[in-house]
């Protein structure tokens, strides 16, 4: 559907639009966001815990302003909402980014990152005891992951591929890739029961999959690509952006606000997690995963040229950034990026 710029979806945009502008330059009463699962989203979920949104739109004379929450599973669902108009702020990975800065860039449904949410990896894991690398990975296997060919997971095999088996070979594990929601192909894997037995997986889950017996790690996308990368990004289309700018200021320094406490007390964000999640895991176990050295709850892009240099060298996407910095609104462009 989200390929799809059809006019009703433009105009039913608009009057949603319009309904929650009381004035003409008056900025919305309430700001909609959408999350999906696990602790990529942990800043999201401490936002919503500690009102922080609601705190820094006060401070910054714009009242009483409502925030409401949707969790929705995956990128295209994400999508849908953000270009139906049913959703201000979304937080999918730097793939899905690109592809919607790609086909919306000029359109008035146009839509960029306010900033960047986190670097985490991924992890690929398999129950399959004969597969070490992923040259091992035969037509008998199946990997999960979140969307076949638009996520970061998706891209991290292609890129790694693309190492073993040369640039025009990038998708040569397409075919055994199948779209599931991390929770779904993590209850696959350990179960064993399915013809799921590999998974490229988000914290928390890969945490859960390397806990159980016959399970073991294949690869890290840092590794695949070579550096630490981001993991989720937060998209707004122009149009939203340039009409509330105070929101999205506000937006901006609620992601810091709860960046700086997810670091400063790793404990007590865990505890949020599983308060709001009802994560049947320990506060020890989970405090370990929020504190994980490999992560870091940043609103800095890093290394998002990486990522999508390559997705433009397959054909991926038509247009190429100049810079990671034309694909993230002005508010962004003075961290110091990549």
Same mark, same amino acid.
């Given at each position: 559907?989200?390929?799809?710029?059809?006019?009703?979806?433009?105009?039913?945009?608009?009057?949603?639009?319009?309904?929650?502008?009381?004035?003409?330059?008056?900025?919305?009463?309430?700001?909609?966001?959408?999350?999906?699962?696990?602790?990529?989203?942990?800043?999201?979920?401490?936002?919503?815990?500690?009102?922080?949104?609601?705190?820094?739109?006060?401070?910054?004379?714009?009242?009483?302003?409502?925030?409401?929450?949707?969790?929705?599973?995956?990128?295209?669902?994400?999508?849908?909402?953000?270009?139906?108009?049913?959703?201000?702020?979304?937080?999918?990975?730097?793939?899905?980014?690109?592809?919607?800065?790609?086909?919306?860039?000029?359109?008035?449904?146009?839509?960029?990152?306010?900033?960047?949410?986190?670097?985490?990896?991924?992890?690929?894991?398999?129950?399959?005891?004969?597969?070490?690398?992923?040259?091992?990975?035969?037509?008998?296997?199946?990997?999960?992951?979140?969307?076949?060919?638009?996520?970061?997971?998706?891209?991290?095999?292609?890129?790694?591929?693309?190492?073993?088996?040369?640039?025009?070979?990038?998708?040569?594990?397409?075919?055994?890739?199948?779209?599931?929601?991390?929770?779904?192909?993590?209850?696959?894997?350990? @179960?064993?029961?399915?013809?799921?037995?590999?998974?490229?997986?988000?914290?928390?889950?890969?945490?859960?999959?390397?806990?159980?017996?016959?399970?073991?790690?294949?690869?890290?996308?840092?590794?695949?690509? @070579?550096?630490?990368?981001?993991?989720?990004?937060?998209?707004?289309?122009?149009?939203?952006?340039?009409?509330?700018?105070?929101?999205?200021?506000?937006?901006?320094?609620?992601?810091?606000?709860?960046?700086?406490?997810?670091?400063?007390?790793?404990?007590?964000?865990?505890?949020?997690?599983?308060?709001?999640?009802?994560?049947?895991?320990? /506060?020890?176990?989970?405090?370990?995963?929020?504190?994980?050295?490999?992560?870091?709850?940043?609103?800095?892009?890093?290394?998002?040229?990486?990522? /999508?240099?390559?997705?433009?060298? /397959? @054909?991926?996407?038509?247009?190429?950034?100049?810079?990671?910095?034309?694909?993230?609104?002005?508010?962004?462009?003075?961290?110091?990026?990549?």
């Amino acid at each position: 559907m989200w390929r799809k710029f059809a006019a009703g979806a433009l105009i039913a945009a608009a009057v949603v639009s319009l309904a929650r502008i009381p004035g003409a330059f008056a900025e919305v009463a309430e700001v909609r966001m959408s999350k999906q699962f696990g602790l990529p989203y942990l800043p999201m979920i401490v936002i919503e815990a500690q009102s922080l949104i609601e705190k820094n739109a006060k401070a910054a004379g714009l009242g009483d302003v409502k925030t409401s929450w949707t969790q929705r599973a995956g990128p295209a669902a994400e999508l849908d909402a953000l270009l139906a108009g049913q959703a201000d702020f979304i937080g999918p990975g730097v793939p899905t980014l690109a592809t919607i800065w790609d086909k919306t860039a000029g359109t008035p449904q146009e839509a960029k990152a306010l900033i960047a949410m986190q670097s985490m990896p991924y992890v690929l894991v398999t129950r399959n005891p004969d597969v070490k690398t992923i040259k091992d990975f035969t037509d008998k296997d199946k990997i999960a992951l979140p969307a076949v060919k638009l996520t970061g997971h998706a891209i991290a095999l292609e890129i790694e591929a693309a190492k073993i088996w040369g640039p025009d070979h990038f998708d040569k594990l397409d075919a055994i890739t199948i779209t599931r929601s991390h929770a779904d192909a993590a209850a696959a894997v350990m @179960g064993g029961g399915s013809e799921i037995n590999s998974h490229f997986a988000s914290s928390p889950f890969y945490y859960y999959e390397l806990a159980t017996p016959g399970i073991h790690k294949v690869l890290s996308s840092y590794d695949a690509l @070579g550096a630490r990368h981001t993991n989720g990004t937060l998209v707004a289309t122009k149009k939203f952006h340039d009409a509330n700018p105070k929101i999205c200021g506000a937006v901006i320094k609620a992601f810091e606000e709860a960046n700086a406490f997810i670091k400063a007390h790793p404990r007590e964000a865990a505890q949020i997690y599983l308060t709001a999640t009802k994560d049947k895991n320990s /506060v020890d176990a989970l405090e370990k995963m929020v504190a994980d050295p490999d992560v870091d709850y940043t609103t800095t892009p890093v290394a998002v040229m990486k990522i /999508v240099e390559f997705m433009h060298r /397959v @054909g991926r996407i038509k247009k190429k950034p100049e810079s990671w910095k034309d694909m993230f609104f002005p508010e962004a462009h003075g961290l110091n990026g990549s």
